[in-house]
């Protein structure tokens, strides 16, 4: 056998590779044309093509010839150009529409590579292999909607491709369908545990549903078979960063910046950990950092919000109303406005204008039974010191009858990522009733609280109140919850929890105000939470059980709280909220209460 034959049969042999089309006219290749291929006369071999095809237009497989050749040459329009006459002489073959779909891809024109590709698939709706390429395409455009669906078609007529599930959960999670994408993980992990980077994915989607918990278990995961890779400790600076535990996140993302300083995805974790620190000095400079890396990205306008939102300067007007089964009613307007410095210093102003009004003979009403007036203007100076936030403010106050200069000093440690404590006290008017104000009683406050995370998913809080009374009295409050995140999903977070809360006082005096020897309350407590989107949410706060004033027996008493919030990130949000008391002791005493309020937030 010659050379020239050899070659030929070299050729020939390719050409058995070809699509359905291609081999149907495999004997009638022009032998001068695989000839020159053979010996990489290409330019040759095209010639021979092209002009065999002047004759016998209708060849597929010569098409595909030259589409392979000018490919081979870097022709990248003029293969492409081959493969669209290819298409034209066999509209029936689905394989061709596929060839020119990888073309178009390879030159960056996903919409044109999906419309081909859809041709190929409407030829042969039940390739799993073709559902799965239109996914892919789909998503590149960003429709990850109709990606959900070919990759659910593909698995569903048996792809043997594992990252079929793996890609459909990463499109579920792209498309902000967090519940479906965590399902979704941890079935291709639950074949697939040896998948390490796909454990961190599924960590990042939990956080992006607000399962922390969730998240922390599926890096334990990866720690337990991988290690603490570096990888591992990004993600984990992630969650942390967001989950209330930044200093552990700066620990973390220190390190790994000084290898990497110029990372983006480091210096957006910093950013959010340092706005979760009140740092202003630090949250600014870095956000700085983040906009000269990537200015117009989604993740940084993102950070910009959580920036604004936790160390914007704000004007905050707002009113509310209150009343009770004793009839008693207070009627409130109270703007204030907040200036937060780099430096950690915040100056604030307000006003409070209230007015107090209850029945002659309900024991909460002035003497003369006239509606009471309080009015209170005040300034304050803050200042952020490392873990340490300190607060003075100073007042000038008035009712219908009497004026004082009210002050109020507080202090806020986090004494760690998982222990905050604040501390209080404050003079001023004792403002419960009209009763209160005519008697122009007023009380020197102290109040210490303490908020705890023993664990990624529990919330601890205690609360004591000392009330020093004008008229010889004295209260003392303690408050006591302890709550568990139950359910973390894309449109839910829900906790449970129960509380304790005790009042007493050393004497009942019944000068406007509840004043009991003990009082007492044990409830259940249900914190719902519902995510409309990404700016409004609903909350509420459901709580039942047994109350009592001693010596009395217990009997049931509940309250529930609701707050909407529109424009969560904005510059502008909408605040509603609404309260009601059922069978369970007010401040004033009355058994049953209710109230409202719409508060408007300007931030800068």
Known sequence: MTTRSLLAAAALVVVAGFGPAQKAFAQSVPESGLVAEGEGRWDDAVQVYRETLKERPGRPDLWLRIADIEAHLGHQDESIAALECAVESAASDASIYERLSQAYSQADKPSLALKAMQRALALQPNNAAYHQAVAVLTAWLGDYRQAQEHYKRAEQLGATDPDVILNLARVYSWAGDTDQAVETYRRYLSKHAEAAAVWLELARTESWRGNYGGALDALNAYAMRFGTTEAYSRELAGVLASNGHPSRAIELLDPLLSQSPSNYALNLIRTIAFAELERPRETFDSLDALRQLQPTSRETQSAEQTVRVQLGSSVTPGVSYYGDSDRLTVQRFSPWGTAIFSNGTHVSAGYDYEILAAPVNSGLASANGRNMAYDLGWGAVGQVIKRLTIEGRLGTASTDTRRLTPYDVNARIRASDAITISGEYSS??????????????TERRSRLSLEWDPAARYHVS?????????????????????????????????????????????????NGYYDPKRYESYALVFFPYFKINENAGLGLSLAGGIQREYPTSFRFGGNAGAEATIGIYRPWALKFGATLTNNRRAESGAFSGYGGSVVLVRRF
């Open 428 to 441: 001023g008017f004792f403002v419960i009733s009209p009763r209160t104000l005519d008697l122009g009683l």
């Open 462 to 510: 205690l609360d004591g109140n000392y009330q020093d009374i004008s008229d010889g009295n004295a209260r003392q409050e303690l408050t006591a919850t302890v709550r568990r995140a139950m359910a973390r999903t894309e449109r839910l977070n829900l906790d449970l929890g129960v509380s304790a809360y005790t009042l007493s006082a050393d004497q009942d005096l019944h």
